[in-house]
């Protein structure tokens, strides 16, 4: 059984792997596979995230936490920066258990939407997300903070042109 809790100082270590496992799965996407041997984020920038933001963590009672969410609030909603599930636990609706919760978490705290950004086309990306009930924003409706995020990926190396700003009104 699954559970999502707010991570904790203890959960920092095992991050960094779900991450890595969860983005395995981009070695079958033509042109995206260097995600899955891309840098994941250590640690202390988890530890941060905790402290700063918005950071959830599913848990299975046996196997311990196969999942995360970290975000981050903002004047315009709550921003995901990133959800990963384990590449083994993929494929059982954590992930929308995760959104879920962040989701709650932002009404409670007055937010109007969720918002992210992602990639195009790929399954579990965009067009999961609008099952979801996230939009693509066209890139006319695109505010000033979700383009910086959009154009920080590109000096990070992510093919801005294969990404999108979502959101999901609360």
Not at 30 to 40: H, P, R
Not at 61 to 82: C, K, S, Y
Not at 95 to 124: Q, Y
Not at 130 to 159: D, M, W, Y
Request: charged share 25%; aromatic share 6%.
């Amino acid at each position: 059984m699954i559970t999502i809790r707010a991570a904790s100082e203890r959960d920092a270590d095992d991050l960094p792997d779900i991450e890595r496992s969860s983005g395995a799965i981009f070695r079958g996407w033509a042109g995206l596979e260097w995600i899955a041997d891309d840098d994941v984020q250590s640690p202390d920038q988890h530890l941060t995230l905790m402290s700063q933001g918005v950071a959830l963590v599913a848990e299975d009672r046996e196997r311990g936490a196969v999942g995360f969410l970290n975000g981050e609030m903002t004047p315009d909603g709550l921003h995901i920066w990133q959800i990963a599930v384990h590449l083994d636990w993929q494929g059982q609706g954590i992930g929308r258990m995760l959104i879920a919760e962040a989701g709650r978490i932002a009404r409670e705290s007055g937010a109007k939407a969720l918002t992210l950004t992602t990639f195009r086309d790929v399954p579990w990306n965009e067009p999961y997300y609008q099952r979801l009930g996230f939009h693509t924003l066209a890139e006319e409706a695109i505010p000033p903070r979700l383009l910086k995020v959009l154009e920080n990926e590109g000096k990070a190396g992510i093919p801005v042109e294969l990404r999108c700003a979502m959101v999901m009104p609360l």
